[in-house]
């Protein structure tokens, strides 16, 4: 499957904006798709997933209730609404496609990803 995501930009403290994950292909081999992200000098963080077999969410602790992830399976694209954004928020954001973390830990995204997109930056300016 090849992951296309956008929707980034530059907004200010405590805006929002919606990035889109469009796959193209099929998506039968995954359990889910969801968002990694990763700041200058940070590690990578997986912040959400959505399972495609039973919409089932996850999110991490630094986005709960903020952000709310949510698909369309009509045009096969997963959506992440970031609201409330912190300047802390500002990294590059990438789609996967592969598994839910509750099985990985703090290893989810060298194991549980078997697909990345191209990332969109995101830029929270305070």
């Known amino acids: 499957v090849q992951l296309q995501a956008s929707g980034g930009g530059s907004v200010q403290a405590g805006g929002s904006l919606r990035l889109s994950c469009v796959a193209s292909g099929s998506t039968l081999d995954y359990d889910a798709i969801g968002w990694f992200r990763q700041a200058p000098g940070k590690e990578r963080e997986g912040i959400s997933s959505i399972s495609l077999s039973d919409d089932d969410t996850y999110y991490a602790d630094s986005v709960k209730g903020r952000f709310t992830i949510s698909r369309d399976s009509a045009k096969n694209t997963v959506y992440l609404q970031m609201n409330s954004l912190k300047p802390e928020d500002t990294a590059v954001y990438y789609c996967?496609?592969?598994?839910?973390?509750?099985?990985?830990?703090?290893?989810?995204?060298?194991?549980?990803?078997?697909?990345w997109g191209k990332g969109t930056q995101v830029t929270v300016s305070s």
């Open positions: 996967f496609a592969g598994d839910m973390p509750y099985n990985y830990g703090s290893n989810w995204g060298t194991y549980g990803v078997d697909s």
